[in-house]
T-cell receptor, first 115, second 110 residues
């Protein structure tokens, strides 16, 4: 049981380049999330999804796009990377309604550096 | 909006108790959580407490909730070096999102 898997784990980009981070979960969870973690800032929610085909903006959505074409996958895209997007990105998932406790299951993180 | 605050750093000696504190602003919080992050890893849920509870105990962990003061604490008894990590306080008011504090780095001195 892999849980939440993120790829790639490390990436270095030049300013203006684009890339996609992939998150996959095998727990049949309804909800998926992308967070970024920066020193002194904790975790901030970028975008989230409450089901296949749906996405919504979180706290810091600018410069990012997401898609949830399949229930198990949640993609985070950077169309034109900027140095301010240097961060560690975490994907998480949780069950939907029914026995909900809000527990988030996290991937191991993707460290992105934008030069 | 929601806000969760916690101190940045705590240092304790091995075998002592650790107490990590957190305050939150949203009085409609339904669940409050403590997550642990070890170096190079994602967060893992340690424990959670429902808002109508005052205390929850799970082996070495004790969570206290003062809803009137919007204060949450995590006590780790007999702290071990393996407890060294960053501990995040978090709260949830609904299904869609969980709001995290900035994390408290716990250093355990052998």
């Amino acid at each position: 049981n892999a849980g939440v898997t993120q790829t790639p784990k490390f990436r270095v980009l030049k300013t203006g380049q684009s890339m996609t981070l992939l998150c996959a979960q095998d727990m049949n969870h309804e909800y998926m999330y992308w967070y970024r973690q920066d020193p002194g800032m904790g975790l901030r929610l970028i975008h989230y999804s409450v089901g296949e085909g749906t996405t919504a903006k979180g706290e810091v959505p600018d410069g990012y796009n997401v898609s949830r074409l399949k229930k198990q996958n949640f993609l985070l895209g950077l169309e034109s990377a900027a140095p301010s997007q240097t961060s560690v990105y975490f994907c998480a998932s949780s069950r939907g309604t029914g026995g909900y406790t809000g527990e988030l299951f996290f991937g191991e993180g993707s460290r992105l550096t934008v030069l | 909006g929601e806000d969760v605050e916690q101190s940045l750093f705590l240092s304790v000696r091995e075998g002592d108790s650790s107490v990590i504190n957190c305050t939150y602003t949203d009085s409609s919080s339904t669940y409050l959580y403590w997550y642990k992050q070890e170096p190079g890893a994602g967060l893992q849920l340690l424990t959670y407490i429902f808002s109508n509870m005052d205390m929850k105990q799970d082996q070495r962990l004790t969570v206290l909730l003062n809803k009137k003061d919007k204060h949450l604490s995590l006590r780790i008894a007999d702290t071990q070096t393996g407890d060294s990590a960053i501990y995040f306080c978090a709260e949830s008011t609904g299904y869609q999102k969980v709001t995290f504090g900035i994390g408290t780095k716990l250093q355990v001195i052998p």
